[in-house]
């Protein structure tokens, strides 16, 4: 079974402060994604990456980065968090190969920035 | 730009057949696909159309009509565990776009 892990479920940071979001993927997957998710709003992609060191802007990239070091894990970074980014994060990964469509997500990291 | 179009909630009992609209206004994809997602769950896979038609899958099928720019999903033989988040998306080159989510309530 395809198993994708973020490193927190629940965090609480301060604004100002730089927060790291981590995400593992266990199936060799070429393209991972960062999600967040709020009431009403649905998914709104963040950043994605179809490669190794590659990334791609996607719905909503203002004050977040990401990084793409080795295959199996993916970042998503803010630089200095703000109350509006109170939020729950959900990294995904998918093949590029066979069931290319099937996108598997982590359980989730809920951050409250006070 | 590229929007999907859900109901923000549906109710229905158990036992009961309901069905879930999706309406896209997005040019150029391959597919639409459905997730699910229960309270405080990750989003799961449950189907995908990448031609027109129905594509069925035990208790829930999937239909997607590109002329019309439509597509649903439908659940039968509703049971409790039903109760979720339901969500399209559109899947491109690189990247789904997912609509804003259907609660479904499945009421005893």
């Known amino acids: 079974d395809v198993k994708v892990t973020q490193s927190s479920r629940y965090l609480v940071k301060r604004t100002g402060e730089k927060v790291f979001l981590e995400c593992v993927q266990d199936?060799?997957?070429?393209?991972m994604f960062w999600y967040r998710q709020d009431p009403g709003l649905g998914l709104r992609l963040i950043y994605f990456s179809y490669d190794v060191k590659m990334k791609e802007k996607g719905d909503i990239p203002e004050g977040y980065s990401v990084s793409r070091e080795k295959k199996e894990r993916f970042s998503l970074i803010l630089e200095s968090a703000s109350t509006n980014q109170t939020s729950m994060y959900l990294c995904?990964?998918?093949?590029?190969?066979?069931?290319?469509?099937?996108?598997?997500f982590g359980p989730g990291t809920r951050l409250t920035v006070t | 730009g590229q929007s999907l179009e859900q109901p923000s909630e549906v109710t229905a009992v158990e036992g009961a057949i309901v069905q879930i609209n999706c309406t896209y206004q997005t040019s150029g994809f391959y597919g639409l696909s459905w997730y699910q997602q229960h309270d405080g769950g990750a989003p799961t896979f449950l189907s995908y159309n990448a031609l027109d038609g129905l594509e069925e899958t035990g208790r829930f099928s999937s239909f997607l009509s590109r002329s019309d720019s439509y597509g649903y999903l439908l659940l039968q033989e509703l049971q409790m565990k039903d109760s979720a988040s339901y969500f399209c998306?559109?899947?491109?080159?690189?990247?789904?776009?997912f609509g804003t989510g259907t609660r479904l309530k499945v009421l005893a």
């Open positions: 995904a990964s998918r093949s590029q190969g066979a069931r290319s469509y099937e996108q598997y």
């Open positions: 199936m060799d997957h070429e393209n």
């Open positions: 998306a559109v899947m491109g080159t690189y990247k789904y776009i």
